[in-house]
C-alpha cells in the first residue's frame, strides 16, 4: 500500500513564526504536492514538485515556499505564519506518465495560526 | 483552464436510498476524472477514476460513475447507501501534462439520515 504521512496532525503556531510542514512517501513517487483544504474552497494546490530541488508554483503560493531535497521528502515552509494561513494542509504524491495518475494523499495537517 | 462544478454543497440521504452526486467539469481534452472520498479529520481516499475505454466505472465501496462527455459530467451513484458512507466527496480532473496536477471541486457533503 501506498503511504503518505506527514509530520503533524495538529499544529498550533503564533503570528510571524516560521512554519515547517514535513511530507514523506514510501512509493518512489517521483510528483509530490501541497494544498491547502479550506471549507467551502475546495482543495487548493500551492506547489508542487516532479523531481528532486525541482519545484513548480500551483494555484495559491504567495506567502509559501518548499523544498525538496530527497525524493521521498516534500516539505512546506511558512516563512512568517500570518492568521489567513490558519487550514488543513494536505500532501500528495504521485507517479509521473503522460496521463493524469492517481494522487495518493497524506492524513492532513491542521494548522492553527493565532 | 479547466474547472470541476459540483452543484450540491450538502446532500441528506436516507439509509438505503440510492445516491448520485454530481460533477460537471470543463477540460478543453479528453480528461481524466477522479472522485475522492473524506472521512472527518482524514485525508482524501481515492473511490474510482475514469481514463478511457469503458465510459461506466467501478470503484470500491459498491460506488460506480458514468463518464458522459457530451454532458460533460461524471456523476458518482450508489444504489444503496450505509451510514459509513458519510463524508465528503471531491470529483477532480486532469490532463496530460505529465505533471499529474488536479483540479478538484469545492465538494459534497453526504449527510445520511436513519
Known amino acids: 500500500d501506498v503511504k503518505v504521512t506527514q509530520s503533524s496532525r495538529y499544529l498550533v503556531k503564533r503570528t510571524g513564526e516560521k512554519v515547517f510542514l514535513e511530507c514523506v512517501q514510501d512509493?518512489?513517487?517521483?510528483?509530490m504536492f501541497w494544498y491547502r483544504q479550506d471549507p467551502g474552497l475546495g482543495l487548493r494546490l500551492i506547489y508542487f514538485s516532479y523531481d528532486v530541488k525541482m519545484k513548480e508554483k500551483g494555484d495559491i503560493p504567495e506567502g509559501y515556499s518548499v523544498s525538496r531535497e530527497k525524493k521521498e521528502r516534500f516539505s512546506l515552509i511558512l516563512e512568517s505564519a500570518s492568521t489567513n494561513q490558519t487550514s488543513m494542509y494536505l500532501c500528495?504524491?504521485?507517479?509521473?506518465?503522460?496521463?493524469?495518475?492517481?494522487?495518493?494523499f497524506g492524513p492532513g495537517t491542521r494548522l492553527l495560526v493565532l | 483552464a479547466q474547472s470541476v462544478t459540483q452543484p450540491d454543497i450538502h446532500i441528506t440521504v436516507s439509509e438505503g436510498a440510492s445516491l448520485e452526486l454530481r460533477c460537471n467539469y470543463s477540460y478543453g481534452a479528453t480528461p481524466y476524472l477522479f472522485w475522492y472520498v473524506q472521512s472527518p479529520g482524514q485525508g482524501l481516499q481515492l473511490l474510482l477514476k475514469?481514463?478511457?475505454?469503458?465510459?461506466l466505472v467501478q470503484g470500491i465501496k459498491g460506488f460506480e460513475a458514468e463518464f458522459k462527455r457530451s454532458q460533460s459530467s461524471f456523476n458518482l451513484r450508489k444504489p444503496s447507501v450505509h451510514w459509513s458512507d458519510a463524508a465528503e466527496y471531491f470529483c477532480?480532473?486532469?490532463?496530460?501534462?505529465?505533471?499529474?496536477?488536479?483540479?478538484f471541486g469545492k465538494g459534497t457533503m453526504l449527510l445520511v439520515s436513519p
Open positions: 477532480a480532473v486532469g490532463g496530460n501534462s505529465g505533471y499529474s496536477t488536479l483540479t
Open positions: 475514469y481514463f478511457s475505454g469503458d465510459t
Open positions: 500528495a504524491s504521485s507517479f509521473s506518465g503522460a496521463r493524469g495518475e492517481t494522487q495518493y
Open positions: 512509493m518512489d513517487h517521483e510528483n
